[in-house]
């Protein structure tokens, strides 16, 4: 991979997601004559390239501060007069951020510190301004038609060491009146005025007048934009004695790299980034510095007459150690290659990237080892892992999501946990929110839709949303965020769990396949909740026997939701004995249960009245005290 030292400028529409509500036709448009007409014009004026254009942003490289500090001070000159117009009257407003440092080139894109720092500088520019960095305001002191003020010392996300920041005054205008330190947080909040979350913000900061975490947190470690580890995948080798598996030794390491760059919380270096490694440059530690690789996976391919074996290992590239690893035999004709090959990829590809997976759960366990006011956001996030039935994890983690939804208004993730914490909140009765149940539910529902209006294409936050509609009994709405996510997510543990909760709102058969398809791609992940739903589709259908084995894969003896499932499966398939057994097992642990708690909980989230029946029956059955509670109907229509 080249790397040369550059001029980055990366540059931002101000209130962007604000103005594409109001507008979205009239800001496309204003986008397009932008660029047409100021943008590109200024960048080729002064020789820069355009790297590339994100939405509402773009980067761009000079060989030369002086051209990036002029064409910049330029831009923002043009904008001031003849931006274009939109129809409430407003013009588009532009921040700009340079800095000078080594970048990578890889495809014509740029990587590298280099980059992030002219990122991040960019949002401490005031709207229609320019900020540079230190390093770039000493080359261009004198060498430009500009003052520069400075704003000191500035702690960067992702970024270890502070950076002092100038801003930029075009013809050395006075400067004004020193920002304060809590304008980047102000600058957020007028965003999120536009996406529609400042309401729900203020109310849970403010709610019942609760007093915050008497924790103090570690706001440089805290405010940290995620990227996620970055993973290389090295082709895997042929060990077979013939060279006919090459192709497929090829084959299975490059589509284990497309597999693992549609999860959103991984960066996976390219294929050509992978092959331009040199045979002395192939040790973990070369690509950890080259490539700024966490972990590199790696693999071999061996057939023997007709069968085929295929290893993977993932490794830690910081301390070498080997994190995961995994063996694939599967029968290999040459008419099954592709499938073989599709399968493994699938395998290898949710064995390390999805939420259950090798990453995540390293992950999560580091997060779970730290102090809970030195978690960054992403940390934060991470402990959704075991979330539900660990109340201790749930109050360690409170205070930081209450951080992130304050301080990273715009960081998607941070709504998602909240979200998903006040509906875990709500089905445990834990007490750690304030409010009312319904009142829970109806933050958890803006938490929700928040997380998906900054991401739409997060499968998470679509499930998410799914789920407080699910609680919310709006069946309509349930099917349509789950199905959304489906359509969305490669990570099949989420599968698993939409399947799951398919099963248990009635959508038997659709939600038995994604289950048996996540248990099926990674066994050792697989949630013990999802064999009790598969129990319960096989008690449904009147397989009690597959019920029984099923479950038992599953079995959660001190969790009585699960050992209720076992009495009703062998009130029906006996001996008799054994389910008196249960029942008392299950009045242990739950003293006083009535058959009308399970139906509660059964409408709670839901369950069709037809099946909850069956199970309610099978209660009768092993005389469980009934209980009051509305008549079921057999048919839901």
Not at 294 to 313: F, H, K, N
Not at 587 to 595: E, L, Q, T, V, Y
Request: glycine share 8%; charged share 25%; hydrophobic share 45%.
């Amino acid at each position: 991979m080249q790397r040369r030292l550059a001029a980055i400028m990366a540059a931002d529409v101000v209130g962007y997601s604000s103005l594409m509500g109001s507008d979205e036709a009239g800001v496309l448009s204003a986008l397009k004559t932008l660029r047409s007409d100021i943008f590109d014009p200024e960048i080729a004026r002064h020789h820069g390239r355009l790297v590339k254009v994100m939405g509402d942003g773009a980067l761009v490289e000079f060989a030369s501060v002086v051209d990036a500090v002029t064409c910049g001070v330029e831009i923002q000159r043009a904008m001031t007069e003849v931006a274009p117009t939109l129809a409430n009257g407003s013009r588009l407003q532009l921040r700009i951020g340079i800095n000078l440092g080594d970048v990578m080139i890889a495809d014509g894109d740029l990587y590298g510190d280099g980059v992030n720092v002219a990122s991040r500088i960019e949002g401490l520019a005031d709207p229609g301004g320019v900020a540079v960095s230190e390093s770039v305001a000493r080359q261009a002191m004198g060498k430009v038609d500009a003052g520069f003020e400075d704003l000191g010392l500035k702690n960067l996300k992702n970024i270890a060491v502070p950076v002092r920041v100038f801003r930029v005054m075009p013809d050395c205008a006075p400067a004004s009146k020193r920002r304060s330190n809590k304008l980047p947080l102000m600058v957020g909040a007028s965003v999120l005025v536009g996406l529609g979350v400042a309401s729900s913000l203020m109310w849970w900061i403010g709610f019942g007048r609760e007093p915050p975490d008497s924790m103090t947190f570690d706001e440089s470690a805290l405010l940290t934009e995620p990227t996620g580890p970055t993973v290389a995948v090295l082709p895997f080798q042929n060990l077979s004695n013939t060279d006919s598996r090459d192709l497929l030794a090829v084959g299975i390491g490059e589509d284990i790299i497309v597999e693992l760059g549609s999860y959103q919380d991984l960066n996976v270096l390219s294929r050509q980034s992978i092959h331009s490694v040199g045979p002395d440059e192939s040790d973990l530690r070369s690509i950890r510095q080259k490539f700024g690789a966490d972990y590199v996976l790696e693999g071999s391919v061996r057939q023997v007459a007709d069968r085929l074996r295929v290893t993977a290992r993932l490794i830690d590239t910081s301390s070498g150690l080997q994190v995961w690893s995994d063996a694939y035999d599967e029968s290999l004709t040459t008419s099954s290659i592709l499938d073989v090959q599709l399968s493994i990829t699938e395998k290898v590809a949710s064995a390390v990237g999805d939420a259950g997976g090798a990453i995540k759960r390293l992950h999560s366990g580091h997060a779970r080892a730290k102090p809970p006011e030195h978690l960054s956001s992403y940390e934060c996030s991470l402990l959704r892992v075991g979330f539900l039935n660990r109340r201790d994890v749930q109050e360690r983690v409170r205070g930081c999501i209450l951080r992130v939804v304050e301080d990273e208004p715009e960081y998607w993730r941070g709504w998602a946990q909240l979200a998903e914490a006040l509906l875990t909140d709500v089905k445990l009765f834990t007490g750690l929110y304030p409010g009312t149940q319904d009142e829970k539910i109806q933050r958890a529902e803006e938490a929700a839709r928040n997380a998906v209006s900054l991401n739409p294409y997060s499968a998470r936050a679509h499930f998410l949303l799914a789920l407080v509609l699910q609680i919310q009994r709006d069946l309509d709405g349930f099917f349509s965020s789950a199905e959304t996510a489906l359509a969305l997510g490669t990570d099949r543990y989420l599968q698993g769990q939409i399947g799951y909760e398919f099963i248990w709102s009635g959508r038997l058969e659709l939600g038995a396949a994604l289950v048996e398809n996540a248990i099926a791609l990674d066994p050792n992940a697989a949630d013990p909740n999802w064999y009790q739903a598969l129990a319960e589709y096989h008690f449904l259908n009147g397989d009690y026997e597959t019920a029984l084995n099923t479950y038992r894969k599953g079995a959660q003896p001190d969790i009585w939701w699960s050992v209720s499932i076992e009495v009703a499966i062998l009130a029906e398939l006996g001996p008799r004995d054994a389910a008196i057994a249960a029942r008392d097992r299950l009045n242990k642990i739950r003293p006083g249960i009535k058959i009308a708690d399970i139906v509660w909980m059964y409408r709670r989230f839901a369950r069709p009245d037809e099946h909850i029946l069956p199970f309610v029956e099978a209660y009768r059955a092993v005389d469980m005290p009934e209980g009051l509670f509305a008549p079921l109907q057999e048919s839901a229509g």
